[in-house]
């Protein structure tokens, strides 16, 4: 397992943008598949995008296909989510999780389950 620690979320009006980050406590961080997933009140928490090891494959989940750019600095240990166009049901604690199995995207990239290793989120609110 390795340490993720998320930060850069925010309140902002709809949209606004926000880049929150994750960075990875890992010799081999360039070996991990890393994932974002988010989770409203009241609701099952959701895929948002995913991003290979060498930052060279990335997918997204539709509703924010367009507007969410992943994409991370292995020189840093660090993954970048940015936010663009947020609307209100953008709202959610955003969690970032490590694949340390696979360093490439699986089939299985969009489910929780397959990460091994979750940071304890950062909160991103959108007002309308």
């Known amino acids: 397992q390795v340490q993720l620690v998320e930060s850069g979320g925010g309140l902002v009006q709809a949209g606004g943008s926000l880049r929150p980050s994750c960075a990875v406590a890992?010799?081999?961080?360039?070996?991990?598949?890393v994932g974002w997933f988010r989770q409203a009140p009241g609701q099952e928490r959701e895929f948002v995008a995913a991003?290979?090891?060498?930052?060279?494959?990335?997918t997204y989940a539709d509703s924010v296909k367009g507007r969410f750019t992943l994409s991370r600095d292995n020189a840093k240990n660090t993954v970048y989510l940015q936010l663009h166009s947020l609307k209100p049901e953008d709202t959610a604690l955003y969690s970032c999780?490590?694949?340390?199995?696979?360093?490439?995207?699986?089939?299985?990239?969009?489910?929780?389950?397959?990460?091994?290793?979750w940071g304890q989120g950062t909160q991103v609110t959108v007002s309308s």
């Open positions: 991003i290979s090891g060498s930052g060279g494959s990335t």
């Open positions: 999780a490590a694949d340390s199995r696979y360093g490439y995207l699986t089939s299985a990239a969009r489910t929780a389950g397959r990460y091994d290793s």
């Open positions: 890992g010799r081999t961080f360039a070996d991990y598949a």
